[in-house]
């Protein structure tokens, strides 16, 4: 552990509560603070856009341990201050209202902010973006049997929003500048297959239409569009992607592109700071590859790698990347990226809404979607993490069952 006595770690989400949580449980005895802006301790995100959305799941069950218990491992948590300045010489992070934390070792776990709408009027009452539990606490009461909702953007979130939305009564419309819903993270097929559900259950689709102007006197009455046409509307969210948290790696003349650049460790350009989950871009063992991913096993990963490095204790394997989303009845599992892929395999039943869709590129497995499908999901994963493949042929064979493909891969 050598001379490292005391651990800041910007940020107390995902991967912040992970690295404080790992630093102890890997033997580090020093001083750790875990500082976020945010009023709740450390919580999961999925649920916002989720049950907590929908009102199945209470304030108190989203966070991954009660504040007390940090307290009882003797982490430090700072809640409701923002880290503004970062002096890598004299390794100190400086909050606001100026009170200064010495470190000898940083963690920026910065997370990412949701893109703005670049529009006029997007400032008006009524108008959200969906990041946060407070962002979901305003609004949630206006989430009212027949209330106009205008999603824009028909990525993850922007679905499990509408699908939330109609479960909930709301008069849903969803506005897509592509041609298609979820176009950067799936491929054509499954993309179809989530627009026909959510159309059978009664959400409207705009695609390939972009918003000008969010209309309101006071409050949002309409979404008004490129082509001259209005979409009426109570409630606006705008789901049009993140942009990673660089600010103060900026600011520190970190190495930055699309997120703080880290090595495999989750070291960034100064070997005393480390960067982890949504704001850092890291090499893709699987992937040969640098990217930048936003999802809860890449966030729990880096808290673990720069826990390991903190403490120079053996850091994990890199699992395959992974995700969930959930709409209405389906549970969509996704494993490894799908880019680059030349050809899909499909097996199961769209129509029953029960299938998995296998990307390949040539005869290397890349990735699968699975819709209701864990084993498929879960076997596939293990597959590709292996560095092996599945034959094409045997997918479709329905006679098998995945474990028994699976267990054939050489
Ligand atoms: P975060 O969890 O965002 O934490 C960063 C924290 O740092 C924030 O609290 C922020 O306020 C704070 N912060 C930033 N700058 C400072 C500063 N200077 N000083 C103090 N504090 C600061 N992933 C999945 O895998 N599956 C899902 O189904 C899924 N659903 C999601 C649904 C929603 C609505 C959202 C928003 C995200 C979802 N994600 C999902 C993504 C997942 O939650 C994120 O990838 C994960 O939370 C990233 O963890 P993180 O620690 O990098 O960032």
């Given at each position: 552990m050598g001379d490292i006595n005391r651990v800041v770690i910007v940020g107390a989400g995902q991967g912040g509560a992970e690295a404080a949580t790992q630093l102890r449980t890997r033997g580090f005895a020093g001083e750790i603070t875990l500082v976020g802006e945010e009023r709740l301790p450390p919580y999961q995100r999925p649920p916002l856009s989720k049950k907590f959305l929908l009102g199945e799941l209470e304030e108190d069950r989203l966070p991954f341990r009660p504040a007390e218990v940090y307290e009882e491992e003797r982490i430090t948590l700072i809640l409701g201050h923002r880290c503004t300045w970062i002096d890598r010489v004299g390794k100190r992070v400086r909050m606001d209202g100026g009170r200064e934390l010495p470190y000898d070792a940083l963690i920026l776990a910065t997370g990412a902010k949701p893109r703005a709408l670049?529009?006029?009027?997007?400032?008006?009452?009524g108008v959200f973006t969906l990041r946060t539990a407070t962002d979901v606490d305003e609004i949630r009461p206006r989430f009212t049997p027949g209330a106009k909702l205008v999603v824009i953007g028909a990525g993850y979130i922007g679905l499990e929003v509408a699908a939330v939305g109609r479960q909930s009564g709301l008069d849903v419309t969803v506005l897509e500048a592509?041609?298609?819903?979820?176009a950067r993270v799936t491929a054509p097929e499954v993309a179809g297959f989530f627009l026909d559900y959510h159309t059978r259950k009664g959400v409207k689709f705009v695609l390939g239409g972009k918003a000008a102007v969010i209309k309101g006197e006071?409050?949002?009455r309409a979404v008004g569009l490129t082509d001259g046409s209005e979409i009426p509307a109570d409630i606006v969210i705008v789901g049009i992607g993140v942009d990673p948290d660089i600010s103060l790696a900026e600011k520190a003349v970190l190495a930055v592109g699309d997120g703080i650049v880290t090595d495999r460790f989750c070291r960034t350009s100064d070997p005393a700071i480390y960067a982890i989950g949504d704001c850092a871009s890291r090499p893709l063992v699987h992937y040969g590859r640098t990217a930048r991913l936003e999802s809860v096993h890449n966030a729990i990963e880096g808290g673990k790698i720069a826990a390991a490095m903190i403490t120079g204790t053996k850091p994990p394997d890199e699992e395959l990347p992974w995700f969930w989303s959930d709409q209405y009845e389906l549970k969509l599992t996704i494993a490894g990226l799908f880019a680059g892929y030349d050809r899909i395999v499909h097996r199961g039943s769209m129509e029953e809404a029960s299938f998995a869709c296998f990307y390949y590129l040539g005869d290397r497995l890349l990735a699968v979607d699975a819709v209701n499908r864990p084993a498929e999901y879960l076997g596939a994963k293990q597959v590709i993490q292996r560095g092996r493949t599945i034959e094409p042929a045997a997918l479709q064979d329905m006679s098998k069952s995945m474990k028994e493909i699976v267990a054939a891969t050489r």
């Open positions: 670049p529009v006029p009027g997007a400032d008006l009452p592509m041609p298609r819903p979820l006071g409050a949002v």
